[in-house]
């Protein structure tokens, strides 16, 4: 069975029904930690999660504020700490094996302007991947991250509506153009097939080059 989850059902009914009767939508806050815990156990064992909620709010150190604080953190870290929790726990039960994915980002990499949250919250993403690594190898879960460069989404696009902040990001990306979805697919079809059975632990950085200076 494929189940596939976002945030609102609409956002996932058509690409469900694009895959066909294998799939079936799903609606999870994933910041109720109680419905994620019961989300997991009333479904047999996940082989693969791509564990892809986060946030940001951009903003220079001397101005974010605790909510500020508390919204990125509470997403992008805890949130992402108790899906894999409760994910492994029930393929530990089962005694399944299968690939961990982490969504997080160049930015848990290097450093950015505005970006001391965000930075923050993916560099613990990456530290929690490793470990996770470690815990789960003897069970033959692995884990992994994925670290996109900017991606052109409906929630990024009007960014890019501010020409200079577009300019100051494909200075940054040496292959010269924004990210599409379309560009994460082959990593996540990689990390979550047999192709990469010895990969675990790691990050695998999509960025068109931008942390390679």
């Not at 892809?52 to 992402?80: I, Q």
């Not at 980002?105 to 613990?124: D, E, I």
């Not at 670290?147 to 292959?175: G, H, N, Q």
Request: negative net charge.
């Amino acid at each position: 069975m494929v189940t596939l989850v976002a945030r609102t059902e609409s956002e996932i009914e058509a690409a469900a029904a694009e895959i066909g009767p294998l799939a079936t939508a799903a609606t999870l806050d994933v910041s109720d930690l109680a419905a994620v815990r019961e989300f997991f156990a009333d479904r047999p064992a996940f082989h693969i999660l791509v564990n892809n909620a986060g946030t940001n709010r951009p903003k220079p150190l001397w101005e974010v504020s605790e909510d500020d604080y508390d919204a990125v953190y509470d997403l992008n870290v805890k949130s992402a700490f108790f899906v894999a929790q409760a994910c492994v726990q029930r393929m530990m039960a089962d005694g399944t094996s299968g690939s961990l994915i982490h969504m997080g980002s160049q930015m848990g990499h290097v450093g950015g302007p505005n970006r001391s949250l965000y930075c923050g919250s993916k560099w613990a993403l990456e530290g929690m991947n490793k470990a996770f690594a470690l815990d789960l190898a003897a069970h033959n879960i692995r884990s992994n991250t994925i670290a996109p460069t900017f991606i052109e989404t409906p929630l990024t696009r009007p960014f890019f509506e501010d020409v200079a902040f577009k300019a100051s990001v494909l200075a940054k990306i040496k292959l010269g153009r924004i990210g599409q979805v379309e560009d994460l697919m082959g990593a996540i079809v990689f990390l979550a097939s047999d192709a990469s059975a010895l990969v675990t632990g790691t990050s695998l950085v999509v960025d068109g080059g931008w942390t390679a200076d």
